[in-house]
């Protein structure tokens, strides 16, 4: 029922954008509490190395010092982790990457301490360093986390259908290698935490730059050794996180944590940029091989798959993100026979982890620049061979899942990508165009007029899409439920919170639409609480794209309870058949019989006087998913959207540089809540994606980063995209509120893998590894420098 | 040292030590935190404030340079309760989403106009070139600019 809303779908303000745009927003660092210490961090400059002892005698009794905290001030879990415990909160005996903190000196100001570190005397052993994931399951290779006994993190094995079998019966075969780079969230906020003791009984509260407040709180607990309630975390505004601000977060709020509770006294962490780049968990780099087997109709009969990712010094999220690759190997497409087997390993590189796409742009990246390239080998256009293999309703996925129960939207997504970008004529004209060639006459070597290369002649367009499909929510990966609170004040203004997190993308917003809407409110009389784990119900990380269908359906449900007690009310009072149907828009209460009975304010008022409880507690949880882990089938998500990207780019050839002209993206995101909101998730996702795909990239040298802050980590910046179309296809879907479904990850995951078929259809040569920066484009090479300098070597 | 200047539209003085930062007088003595610190190297634009009308980044500028000059910051750009045009246009075209760039980037795109009050998309996004987004993708930021372009030109 797309029709009859009154507020969504439509442009609301952001409901936080007032306090945001006038500065008065408070982000985690610009609390300050009377007596708070600040805290800095002892590192050593080693990617692997045995701590035999850390001597602090010089430094023990200097006046700036006002505690020295190490693993033997932790009570509780000296290691922690979203999933496996591998991660030191201090790094006492070994360190196995350049970001790993040993111990933490507390005083009055930074300034006065950080001096102090250089004389911390540190006796350590350095170990062989491990920086080729390639080289990480060798039997010889040196042990990141020797009590797990191999540099394993995960394996994930995918069969479907009968592997050889399928490219028997192939007419050819194509096989590739596709690499993806490591790259840095380059959220604008470096993180920043400050914990407060709060006396025996109350344990400790935690305010920060925190994504995952409940996540954060379960393991400041458990290194506290302290029970759930004891440890309270409230969200500070958060300055952006796209997937970042988690495991870190954790771990430096747990620090913040002990020190608060040996000092007595709040204690802040900041980091600088450098540091933030130097600690924080990042984008997997991937090596994707792939082998597809095709008939000359075009149709795919077999795909063999191995994925391996680099999930760097610590477990983190790598096994649910690989679970998402997995999931998705073989993109959209509809396909017999499936061998996949995804690996994460452990080196000693940056530690990687959760990153808006989870998982999904490094397999996007590859399969679809494998379907661009089997459409040129048997003359096809790229739409054609995607809408042969491309799922339809009915289709079964690589895990054996039947998509069913909601518009399966893909081919819509594609038809209408390619229609509002005329792309198989674009497509089609760029490939005629030949490579401009210089024809020097025998008789004389001066250069007819005609024979200069004009500047135009060195750009050169391409036009490329990418398709994908991509499962809402958590999906097998665990528990998927949310919890919204809701209560009702007597003169009609409303009070509203959930546990999902507020990062930036416009959450509260959403949720305050989805409200208004139900009780005909406007959204200005609801007023959005702080999230805080001490009033809010747990509702599970705020990741996977689920903020809108499963916080939006907790919203729903508690709005609806209070309304239906509010409709039964009303019936009632104004004596009105049991029949009669009850409506609230506009401020105001309306019944079918009689019109307008009341203002939302006066039947909150009669309500109120009969002693009715206004406030309730919604729930939302997702229906079960399962998965088999020895053959990777099962139905994976509940539900899936789809999404269609058009990049048109200009290639120099000269230069090698790509500016992108325009992307068109097509989503189905179901139905569309918060009008603004959605389409800043494709501008901004398209931007990142961008990044992603033609200039981002951190280099390390032995573990070492070597690009530390925004001179050398280069993110896209006002001029370096052009025209962004954002286009939603609004599919019916029996979950979500309204059956809206999910948009964040979808509008970043696409646009890579398009600007890259894109400079294919330039150039007429296929680029295999990201990102598409310069020498990349003109050497087919990466370009790097011999040490953490700066300056180019091969 | 004692620095005396224009804050906000207020007169100031305060004493502040030679290696002490814009951004810091500004966030530690003044509590003005809406100036945010991104990077520390000038490259992020989020510590964006305007100095005599023109858009620098306090993290490159020490607290003595600003002796004798007019200082503007995100808390100073509003009229009393009246949200500057700016403001009202980020509102309305979904111009912000984590915020955290916002201050600066309001105060990128106000040197901006009133220097040049018919600004071209280039010259916008010329302006707020220094001032890194990750959140928006630029595109609700640069209409917003536009649009108060506009707005300001049919007023004169």
Same mark, same amino acid.
């Given at each position: 029922?797309?029709?009859?809303?009154?507020?969504?779908?439509?442009?609301?303000?952001?409901?936080?954008?007032?306090?945001?745009?006038?500065?008065?927003?408070?982000?985690?660092?610009?609390?300050?509490?009377?007596?708070?210490?600040?805290?800095?961090?002892?590192?050593?400059?080693?990617?692997?190395?045995?701590?035999?002892?850390? $001597?602090?005698?010089?430094?023990?009794?200097? &006046?700036?010092?006002?505690?020295?905290?190490?693993?033997?001030?932790?009570?509780?879990?000296?290691?922690?982790?979203?999933?496996?415990?591998?991660?030191?909160?201090?790094?006492?005996?070994?360190?196995?990457?350049?970001?790993?903190?040993?111990?933490?000196?507390?005083?009055?100001?930074?300034?006065?301490?950080?001096?102090?570190?250089?004389?911390?005397?540190?006796?350590?052993?350095?170990?062989?360093?491990?920086?080729?994931?390639?080289?990480?399951?060798?039997?010889?290779?040196?042990?990141?986390?020797?009590?797990?006994?191999?540099?394993?993190?995960?394996?994930?094995?995918?069969?479907?259908?009968?592997?050889?079998?399928?490219?028997?019966?192939?007419?050819?075969?194509?096989?590739?290698?596709?690499?993806?780079?490591?790259?840095?969230?380059?959220?604008?906020?470096?993180?920043?935490?400050?914990?407060?003791?709060?006396?025996?009984?109350?344990?400790?509260?935690?305010?920060?730059?925190?994504?995952?407040?409940?996540?954060?709180?379960?393991?400041?607990?458990?290194?506290?050794?302290?029970?759930?309630?004891?440890?309270?975390?409230?969200?500070?505004?958060?300055?952006?996180?796209?997937?970042?601000?988690?495991?870190?977060?954790?771990?430096?709020?747990?620090?913040?944590?002990?020190?608060?509770?040996?000092?007595?006294?709040?204690?802040?962490?900041?980091?600088?940029?450098?540091?933030?780049?130097?600690?924080?968990?990042?984008?997997?780099?991937?090596?994707?091989?792939?082998?597809?087997?095709?008939?000359?109709?075009?149709?795919?009969?077999?795909?063999?798959?191995?994925?391996?990712?680099?999930?760097?010094?610590?477990?983190?999220?790598?096994?649910?993100?690989?679970?998402?690759?997995?999931?998705?190997?073989?993109?959209?497409?509809?396909?017999?026979?499936?061998?996949?087997?995804?690996?994460?390993?452990?080196?000693?590189?940056?530690?990687?982890?959760?990153? &808006?796409?989870?998982?999904?742009?490094?397999?996007?990246?590859?399969?679809?620049?494998?379907?661009?390239?089997?459409?040129?080998?048997?003359?096809?256009?790229?739409?054609?061979?995607?809408?042969?293999?491309?799922?339809?309703?009915?289709?079964?996925?690589?895990?054996?899942?039947?998509?069913?129960?909601?518009?399966?939207?893909?081919?819509?997504?594609?038809?209408?990508?390619?229609?509002?970008?005329?792309?198989?004529?674009?497509?089609?004209?760029?490939?005629?165009?030949?490579?401009?060639?210089?024809?020097?006459?025998?008789?004389?070597?001066?250069?007819?007029?005609?024979?200069?290369?004009?500047?135009?002649?060195?750009?050169?367009?391409?036009?490329?899409?990418?398709?994908?499909?991509?499962?809402?929510?958590?999906?097998?990966?665990?528990? $998927?439920?949310?919890?919204?609170?809701?209560?009702?004040?007597?003169?009609?203004?409303?009070?509203?919170?959930?546990?999902?997190?507020?990062?930036?993308?416009?959450?509260?917003?959403?949720?305050?639409?989805?409200?208004?809407?139900?009780?005909?409110?406007?959204?200005?009389?609801?007023?959005?609480?702080?999230?805080?784990?001490?009033?809010?119900?747990?509702?599970?990380?705020?990741?996977?794209? &689920?903020?809108?269908?499963?916080?939006?359906?907790?919203?729903?449900?508690?709005?609806?309870?209070?309304?239906?007690?509010?409709?039964?009310?009303?019936?009632?009072?104004?004596?009105?058949?049991?029949?009669?149907?009850?409506?609230?828009?506009?401020?105001?209460?309306?019944?079918?019989?009689?019109?307008?009975?009341?203002?939302?304010?006066?039947?909150?008022?009669?309500?109120?006087?009969? =002693?009715?409880?206004?406030?309730?507690?919604?729930?939302?949880?997702?229906?079960?998913?399962?998965?088999?882990?020895?053959?990777?089938?099962?139905?994976?998500?509940?539900?899936?959207?789809?999404?269609?990207?058009?990049?048109?780019?200009?290639?120099?050839?000269?230069?090698?540089?790509?500016?992108?002209?325009?992307?068109?993206?097509?989503?189905?995101?179901?139905?569309?809540?918060?009008?603004?909101?959605?389409?800043?998730?494709?501008?901004?996702?398209?931007?990142?994606?961008?990044?992603?795909?033609?200039?981002?990239?951190?280099?390390?040298?032995?573990?070492?980063? &070597?690009?530390?802050?925004?001179?050398?980590?280069?993110?896209?910046?006002?001029?370096?995209?052009?025209?962004?179309?954002?286009?939603?296809?609004?599919?019916?879907?029996?979950?979500?509120?309204?059956?809206?479904?999910?948009?964040?990850?979808?509008?970043?995951?696409?646009?890579?893998?398009?600007?890259?078929?894109?400079?294919?259809?330039?150039? =007429?040569?296929?680029?295999?590894?990201?990102?598409?920066?310069?020498?990349?484009?003109?050497?087919?090479?990466?370009?790097?420098?011999?040490?953490?300098?700066?300056?180019?070597?091969? | 040292?004692?620095?005396?200047?224009?804050?906000?539209?207020?007169?100031?003085?305060?004493?502040?030590?030679?290696?002490?930062?814009?951004?810091?007088?500004?966030?530690?003595?003044?509590?003005?935190?809406?100036?945010?610190?991104?990077?520390?190297?000038?490259?992020?634009?989020?510590?964006?404030?305007?100095?005599?009308?023109?858009?620098?980044?306090?993290?490159?500028?020490?607290?003595?340079?600003?002796?004798?000059?007019?200082?503007?910051?995100?808390?100073?750009?509003?009229?009393?309760?009246?949200?500057?045009?700016?403001?009202?246009?980020?509102?309305?075209?979904?111009?912000?989403?984590?915020?955290?760039?916002?201050?600066?980037?309001?105060?990128?795109?106000?040197?901006?106009?009133?220097?040049?009050?018919?600004?071209?998309?280039?010259?916008?996004?010329?302006?707020?070139?220094?001032?890194?987004?990750?959140?928006?993708?630029?595109?609700?930021?640069?209409?917003?600019?536009?649009?108060?372009?506009?707005?300001?030109?049919?007023?004169?």
């Amino acid at each position: 029922m797309n029709k009859g809303f009154s507020v969504v779908g439509k442009s609301v303000i952001r409901e936080d954008g007032i306090d945001k745009v006038t500065g008065k927003a408070k982000f985690a660092d610009d609390y300050k509490f009377d007596g708070m210490l600040h805290a800095v961090m002892l590192r050593i400059n080693e990617a692997h190395a045995r701590i035999n002892s850390v $001597d602090f005698l010089e430094i023990e009794n200097n &006046r700036n010092v006002f505690s020295i905290i190490s693993s033997a001030d932790i009570p509780g879990a000296k290691k922690v982790g979203m999933i496996k415990n591998d991660q030191p909160i201090f790094c006492d005996e070994k360190v196995v990457t350049p970001g790993d903190v040993i111990a933490m000196l507390v005083g009055e100001s930074e300034d006065g301490l950080r001096p102090l570190l250089s004389k911390i005397k540190i006796d350590y052993s350095p170990l062989p360093v491990l920086n080729d994931p390639k080289k990480s399951l060798d039997k010889d290779a040196v042990l990141i986390h020797p009590e797990a006994g191999s540099n394993l993190i995960i394996h994930h094995p995918l069969r479907k259908g009968d592997i050889q079998k399928g490219f028997d019966e192939s007419d050819e075969i194509l096989e590739q290698t596709y690499t993806t780079q490591l790259i840095e969230h380059a959220y604008i906020e470096p993180e920043a935490v400050i914990a407060i003791p709060q006396g025996i009984s109350q344990g400790v509260k935690i305010i920060g730059s925190i994504q995952n407040p409940f996540s954060c709180r379960r393991i400041v607990a458990a290194v506290l050794n302290l029970p759930l309630a004891k440890v309270r975390v409230q969200q500070a505004h958060l300055g952006g996180s796209f997937g970042g601000k988690d495991d870190t977060m954790a771990i430096l709020a747990a620090r913040a944590a002990v020190a608060a509770l040996k000092t007595g006294r709040p204690v802040k962490i900041r980091y600088s940029r450098e540091e933030s780049i130097l600690e924080s968990y990042k984008r997997h780099p991937y090596i994707l091989d792939y082998k597809a087997g095709y008939m000359k109709n075009g149709k795919i009969k077999a795909i063999k798959i191995e994925l391996l990712a680099d999930g760097g010094a610590y477990t983190s999220m790598s096994p649910f993100v690989t679970w998402r690759s997995v999931v998705q190997a073989t993109g959209p497409y509809e396909i017999e026979n499936v061998h996949t087997d995804v690996r994460a390993v452990y080196t000693n590189n940056p530690y990687t982890g959760a990153m &808006r796409g989870f998982g999904s742009p490094q397999p996007i990246f590859a399969q679809e620049s494998l379907m661009d390239e089997i459409a040129l080998r048997l003359g096809m256009t790229p739409d054609e061979i995607r809408r042969i293999n491309g799922y339809k309703v009915g289709s079964v996925t690589a895990t054996g899942q039947t998509l069913k129960d909601h518009d399966v939207n893909l081919i819509t997504v594609l038809s209408t990508a390619c229609e509002n970008t005329d792309f198989a004529k674009k497509w089609k004209n760029n490939l005629k165009k030949k490579s401009v060639a210089l024809e020097l006459s025998k008789d004389s070597p001066i250069l007819k007029d005609d024979q200069f290369i004009r500047p135009d002649d060195n750009i050169k367009k391409g036009i490329g899409l990418a398709l994908s499909f991509r499962g809402c929510s958590l999906g097998a990966e665990g528990m $998927d439920a949310s919890a919204a609170y809701i209560s009702i004040q007597n003169d009609g203004s409303v009070y509203l919170d959930c546990g999902l997190a507020e990062n930036g993308q416009g959450l509260r917003t959403t949720y305050t639409i989805i409200a208004s809407e139900v009780l005909g409110v406007s959204p200005d009389k609801i007023i959005y609480l702080e999230l805080d784990t001490g009033i809010t119900p747990d509702s599970g990380p705020t990741v996977a794209s &689920r903020g809108t269908i499963m916080g939006g359906g907790a919203v729903k449900n508690a709005a609806e309870t209070v309304r239906d007690k509010l409709t039964a009310l009303v019936k009632e009072e104004f004596k009105l058949p049991a029949d009669d149907i009850i409506s609230f828009t506009d401020n105001h209460v309306h019944s079918e019989s009689e019109g307008t009975l009341a203002s939302f304010q006066d039947v909150c008022k009669i309500a109120s006087s009969q =002693g009715m409880n206004l406030s309730a507690i919604g729930w939302y949880k997702g229906p079960n998913v399962h998965w088999d882990e020895e053959t990777g089938q099962g139905d994976a998500y509940f539900t899936y959207v789809y999404g269609c990207q058009v990049a048109e780019v200009s290639v120099n050839i000269s230069t090698g540089e790509v500016y992108i002209d325009k992307i068109t993206a097509v989503h189905d995101p179901g139905t569309v809540i918060n009008r603004l909101g959605a389409e800043g998730q494709v501008f901004g996702g398209v931007t990142q994606g961008a990044g992603y795909g033609i200039f981002e990239e951190v280099t390390t040298d032995k573990g070492f980063i &070597r690009e530390l802050n925004f001179d050398t980590y280069t993110i896209p910046t006002s001029k370096d995209i052009s025209e962004i179309i954002p286009i939603f296809v609004e599919g019916k879907e029996s979950y979500g509120p309204w059956g809206a479904k999910s948009l964040g990850e979808p509008t970043l995951e696409l646009t890579a893998a398009a600007i890259s078929n894109a400079v294919c259809n330039a150039l =007429g040569k296929r680029l295999f590894n990201l990102p598409l920066n310069l020498e990349e484009v003109l050497l087919n090479i990466k370009l790097r420098p011999a040490d953490t300098k700066r300056g180019s070597l091969v | 040292m004692e620095v005396r200047f224009k804050l906000n539209g207020k007169e100031v003085a305060t004493a502040t030590a030679s290696n002490i930062r814009l951004i810091d007088l500004l966030r530690d003595k003044f509590n003005l935190t809406g100036t945010k610190e991104g990077c520390g190297i000038g490259e992020c634009g989020a510590c964006t404030i305007l100095m005599d009308g023109r858009a620098v980044n306090s993290c490159l500028v020490l607290a003595a340079q600003a002796n004798g000059k007019e200082i503007i910051t995100i808390e100073g750009i509003a009229d009393g309760d009246i949200l500057h045009p700016l403001q009202r246009r980020f509102l309305s075209n979904g111009a912000i989403q984590c915020g955290y760039c916002t201050p600066g980037m309001v105060l990128s795109a106000s040197a901006l106009l009133s220097q040049n009050p018919d600004p071209s998309e280039e010259d916008i996004k010329e302006a707020i070139a220094g001032n890194l987004c990750r959140c928006t993708g630029y595109k609700q930021i640069i209409d917003a600019v536009k649009e108060t372009a506009k707005e300001l030109q049919l007023k004169q």
